[in-house]
């Protein structure tokens, strides 16, 4: 077994639970915040859909720069509604999904960079990267999006283990 299909199990039920939470945006509330200096939740929606992408990017290229001196800088995809989201993240988990599945140990343990304008912010193995700018910034910014479904009374699915909204069953 590589490195990379030893994290399959992590990443499939981080990726179940994180589409949980993505059903319950409601697109009625799409440009809601709790407070000025927040994000929408509709902009967390669409952060949230994208990131398992960069998995696929992180396994797949060097480095990213996602503000090129002269260039065009990543645009995310437009996203309007929770349809939306769901699409870009089914797709995105999926190809990330698949990539990780294939990579060798060889690949997933080479370096990997990020950069601003040119400007180093970090260089570490893809293993790494996988692990904390993508995963662990992906379960951050999930437990966000969980705070503003509860702040919208919407029901805040389980994601490991039954939440407050939902009933525990006698045997548990």
């Not at 945006?25 to 960069?54: C, F, M, N, Q």
């Not at 662990?136 to 389980?158: A, D, F, K």
């Given at each position: 077994?590589?490195i990379g299909q030893s994290l399959l199990p992590e990443f499939d039920q981080?990726?179940?639970?994180?589409?949980?939470?993505?059903?319950?945006?409601?697109?009625?509330?799409?440009?809601?915040?709790?407070?000025?200096?927040?994000?929408?939740?509709?902009?967390?929606?669409?952060?949230?859909?994208?990131?398992?992408?960069?998995?696929?990017?992180?396994?797949?290229?060097?480095?990213?720069?996602?503000?090129?001196?002269?260039?065009?800088?990543?645009?995310?995809?437009?996203?309007?509604n929770r349809a939306q989201a769901l699409a870009v993240f089914d797709k995105?988990?999926?190809?990330?999904?698949?990539?990780?599945?294939?990579?060798?140990?060889?690949?997933?343990?080479?370096?990997?960079?990020?950069?601003?304008?040119?400007?180093?912010?970090?260089?570490?193995?893809?293993?790494?990267?996988?692990?904390?700018?993508?995963?662990?910034?992906?379960?951050?910014?999930?437990?966000?999006?969980?705070?503003?479904?509860?702040?919208?009374?919407?029901?805040?699915?389980?994601?490991?283990?039954?939440?407050?909204?939902?009933?525990m069953s006698a045997s548990a």
């Amino acid at each position: 077994m590589t490195i990379g299909q030893s994290l399959l199990p992590e990443f499939d039920q981080e990726m179940q639970s994180t589409r949980k939470v993505l059903e319950g945006v409601r697109d009625d509330k799409w440009t809601w915040k709790p407070h000025e200096k927040s994000g929408t939740l509709g902009w967390y929606a669409l952060h949230i859909a994208t990131l398992p992408g960069w998995t696929t990017m992180t396994l797949t290229s060097d480095e990213l720069d996602y503000a090129p001196v002269g260039k065009p800088a990543y645009e995310p995809p437009k996203v309007e509604n929770r349809a939306q989201a769901l699409a870009v993240f089914d797709k995105e988990s999926s190809e990330a999904r698949a990539a990780l599945a294939k990579v060798s140990d060889a690949d997933i343990l080479k370096n990997w960079k990020l950069l601003a304008g040119g400007q180093e912010i970090f260089t570490m193995p893809r293993v790494a990267v996988l692990r904390g700018m993508v995963m662990n910034h992906l379960i951050h910014h999930r437990g966000q999006l969980t705070v503003y479904l509860r702040l919208l009374g919407v029901p805040v699915p389980g994601l490991y283990g039954p939440s407050a909204d939902e009933t525990m069953s006698a045997s548990a």
